[in-house]
């Protein structure tokens, strides 16, 4: 009497009794001569020839296999319609060392996850996809899926797959092997032992090449579903065989390295990162607080490209260094790109209520529309500065200190028409008195990365501060020419 | 040592100081600050920062590294925020810890992106599918959008559940002092966490329960937390509330511009004072009643058409007159423009 041995066994990788059901633990709930089981055991056995079980993680999709981790004793995450490849690259980027499979059906990978199964494949996750095509929804009861075929009836394409109403199949192995990140894309079949030995070689090269780091791997099987086809198994079988796979071409579509030079982030500390390490450019040095009783409001405006946020936050910034509580708050959006821009900044002695200024105390008009728009805002006995040699003839502002100083001429003649902010921070620093000159230059040279432009810019500063303090009497009430009266 | 920070930049220094090392995110104004300084930060200590191709996949990739065990975060406004509702729902669901900080802009559809406050129902009722909670956040100040931030991840952890950070286009905006404190983060233990080894082979992350009972099961579990989450983790500030005779309430930009209200009332000698909510959601709807006890009637300022003020209303349960005054679009009322609309109802004439 000859001895026989148990040469197909139930792979460890699974588990012992499939807590699915009640009864007939024994069994998976897949439908007889389904392409899931086979998969599956493809799957677990590759996993345990690999030695990967502890390390692997398993992504269930939604579909027939959204019960996978019924089966698979691994750490097991279920997903989203779709989803799974999604999933799978933050389990990843956050397990780099775990083996994470994406099980994904047709609709779930082709239908409603098509973006996410591009973008994980064109990333190159170090992932690997089992991507079941049966060319039908199983578990919803047999609709059209991405990969019908024409002509295949359904119960949504009841006329059977319309091209001119539903379109072709698509085609994902193909269309993946075009991306440049993925290393292994194959297509194989469950329709005879011949080839579901080829699919179970396949299967175990993909989790291979992840052991390896090599990058995104992707194996496409060709899969029954007797139910939905109406078929007995082995009529299925034959039908992946001899037609399905006539529409989706078996073979590898993509096997190779993964070349590409990385571009490294530089470390840093934690505290460099978040600007608390001393060096950084917006500490307070020592000052002793200023005596500040009540609140200055400011609004800045001008042309989007003529500084006027940075003015905004020089201002805010030297006050924070004054110990003042200092909010700014921008016009923000497409309005940055083109046109108008403008801020407000409060500098307060107290903790600040509305950020938004609507009556300043200061209004910086960098423009004449800016002048003409927020003008007649300016507080009673509030200052105006603005950006030319006189105010235009037919404006007149009651009640406020106007000085105008050409800032973006003396910009021209400084040399660089971008530091016109900065002449407008010397001149409004000598007309008003609301934050010291010193701090701002300080404040400048720490912000200031360019040597040039820091020469250029403490020129500006400083010329803006003479320009009011030789050419405007600041105080008096300013006629349209600009001087005082 | 305070630094000059805009509210968005907070956000992810919080994040980072949490010990988030996991950002997924997806650009749109006005939120799209966070994804670049994520971007900036994060890979400087390590961490990762995946630009994803939707807002979809994103808050599914916070789903996955959720699953892993780690402090994970994304950001979004409006229109993004509404593609993420699906994946929240899963989120909360699997019992996945995350935190999510939305900026809202003006809707419904595109709308614009200047500052509105008109997602407080998808974020504090769930915006997706099925009984679940958002634990929700509204920071009024840049050093708000870090504590809060921080806060949150706390909150996210403890319960198990999405934290939202809701704030507006003008807080992540502006610019104010931030005092940040480099302290190194508590990481709580997650045994649940699927981590691709031995210890964690077990475990499974799902939102599937098959049999009703066991569905049944599972929300009431869900049900518990949040019931704790409410007696818990309700927050608020208030304002010169003592001797006030109108409350206002407002939350986020709203509560600071009626901070002003208030003192330009009260120099007018009329006695106001501000309840902000902190916590949208737990909803400080006890601290509420108890401090408009006091006071002969509240009004609700937001921007949106009415939504918190729903809130509001439930809480007092009708106990006290409850006005509203609402801008949208972007238009941010100014501390004047809502003076001049708290007299009118007071029927003050000043």
């Known amino acids: 009497m000859s001895e026989y041995k148990l040469v197909h066994g139930r792979s460890p990788v699974f588990y012992k009794r499939f807590e699915r059901k009640e009864e007939n633990q024994h069994q998976t709930h897949y439908c007889p001569g389904c392409g899931h089981g086979v998969t599956h055991k493809m799957i677990a056995e590759a996993l345990d020839e690999l030695g990967l079980q502890d390390r692997t993680i398993m992504v269930s999709p939604v579909g027939c296999s959204v019960f996978a981790y019924y089966y698979f004793d691994t750490g097991n995450v279920q997903a989203a319609h779709g989803r799974a490849s999604a999933v799978a690259t933050g389990l990843k980027r956050a397990n780099p060392g775990a083996i994470v499979i994406s099980y994904q059906g047709d609709g779930d990978l082709a239908a409603i996850g098509t973006a996410e199964i591009i973008h994980a494949a064109n990333r190159g996750e170090n992932i690997t996809v089992f991507f079941l095509n049966n060319a039908t929804y199983g578990m919803t009861g047999g609709q059209m899926a991405p990969t019908t075929l024409v002509g295949q009836v359904s119960t949504t394409t009841p006329w059977g797959r319309r091209p001119n109403n539903e379109g072709g199949p698509i085609k994902m192995a193909e269309l993946i092997s075009t991306l440049d990140a993925p290393v292994y894309v194959e297509r194989v079949a469950l329709s005879d032992s011949k080839h579901i030995i080829q699919a179970r070689r396949a299967v175990k090269k993909a989790l291979e090449l992840q052991k390896q780091g090599a990058g995104f791997t992707m194996v496409e099987i060709l899969s029954p579903c007797p139910t939905t086809l109406k078929m007995e198994p082995k009529m299925a079988r034959r039908w992946v065989g001899e037609t399905l796979a006539k529409e989706f071409p078996l073979g590898v579509f993509r096997d190779r390295k993964r070349v590409f030079e990385p571009i490294s982030v530089p470390q840093a500390s934690l505290a460099e990162v978040l600007g608390i390490d001393g060096k950084s450019v917006t500490k307070e040095e020592g000052h002793v607080r200023r005596k500040h009783t009540r609140a200055t409001t400011l609004k800045i405006a001008g042309f989007g490209g003529q500084g006027i946020l940075l003015l905004g936050q020089l201002i805010a910034e030297t006050g924070m260094r004054e110990h003042m509580e200092v909010s700014w708050l921008p016009s923000y959006g497409p309005e940055m790109r083109s046109g108008s821009a403008h801020c407000h900044v409060t500098l307060s002695p107290e903790r600040i209520g509305s950020p938004m200024v609507s009556h300043p105390d200061i209004l910086v008009a960098m423009n004449e529309p800016s002048l003409r728009k927020f003008g007649a805002q300016v507080k009673p006995g509030g200052t105006i500065l603005y950006n030319g040699r006189s105010l235009p003839e037919d404006l007149h502002f009651d009640g406020v200190t106007v000085a105008c100083v050409p800032a973006s001429a003396i910009a021209d003649q400084i040399g660089s028409t971008k530091v016109a902010n900065i002449v407008m921070l010397g001149a409004l620093l000598e007309a008003t008195d609301c934050l010291p000159f010193t701090t701002a230059q300080e404040v400048l040279s720490s912000l200031a990365k360019n040597p040039e432009l820091t020469e250029k810019d403490e020129r500006a500063l400083e010329e803006g501060r003479n320009y009011l303090d030789t050419e405007v009497m600041v105080g008096a009430q300013a006629g349209p020419d600009g001087c005082g009266e | ?350």
């Open chain 2, 1 to 350: 040592m305070r630094q000059l920070c805009k509210g968005n930049v907070a956000v992810v220094k919080a994040a980072i100081m949490a010990g988030c090392r996991f950002f997924f995110g997806y650009p749109i104004t006005p939120a799209s600050e966070i994804a670049e300084y994520a971007a900036l930060l994060i890979p400087q200590v390590g961490g990762t920062f995946v630009q994803a191709e939707s807002e979809v996949s994103a808050i599914n990739m916070v789903y996955g590294a959720s699953s892993a065990g780690k402090r994970v975060m994304t950001a979004s406004s409006g229109p993004g925020i509404s593609l993420m509702q699906e994946g929240i729902s899963y989120l909360a669901g699997a019992e996945l810890p995350c935190v999510i900080a939305e900026v809202m802009r003006s809707g419904p559809g595109l709308g614009n992106i200047a500052p509105e406050q008109s997602d407080y129902f998808a974020m504090t009722k769930g915006g997706g599918h099925g009984c679940y909670r958002n634990i929700v956040l509204a920071p009024s100040s840049v050093q708000e959008m870090a504590s809060l931030t921080l806060l949150a991840f706390e909150l996210a952890d403890k319960y198990r559940n999405p934290a939202v950070l809701l704030a507006d286009g003008f807080v992540g905006q502006m610019m104010e002092p931030l005092e940040l404190e480099l302290v190194e983060a508590a990481l709580p233990e997650k045994p649940w966490a699927v981590k691709g080894n031995l210890e964690t082979r077990p475990n499974l992350i799902c939102s599937i329960h098959l049999t009703p009972d066991a569905m049944e099961a599972h929300v009431r579990h869900l049900e518990e937390k949040y019931k704790q989450c409410e007696r818990d983790e309700a927050r608020w500030e208030t304002y010169l509330t003592e001797d006030a005779e109108v409350l206002l309430v407002g939350y986020g930009i709203v509560s600071r511009v009626l901070r002003s209200t208030v003192d330009l009332a009260r120099q007018q000698g009329v006695k106001v004072g501000l309840f902000r909510p902190i916590s949208l959601w737990p909803f400080p709807s006890k601290a509420l009643v108890e401090t408009a006890r006091r006071t002969a009637k509240v009004m609700v300022f937001e921007l949106s058409t009415g939504q918190m003020v729903e809130d509001v209303r439930l809480a007092l349960g009708g106990s006290k007159p409850v006005e509203f005054y609402s801008r949208v679009g972007g238009n941010v009322p100014s501390a004047e423009e809502c003076k001049a609309e708290l007299f009118a109802r007071m029927e003050v004439s000043v």
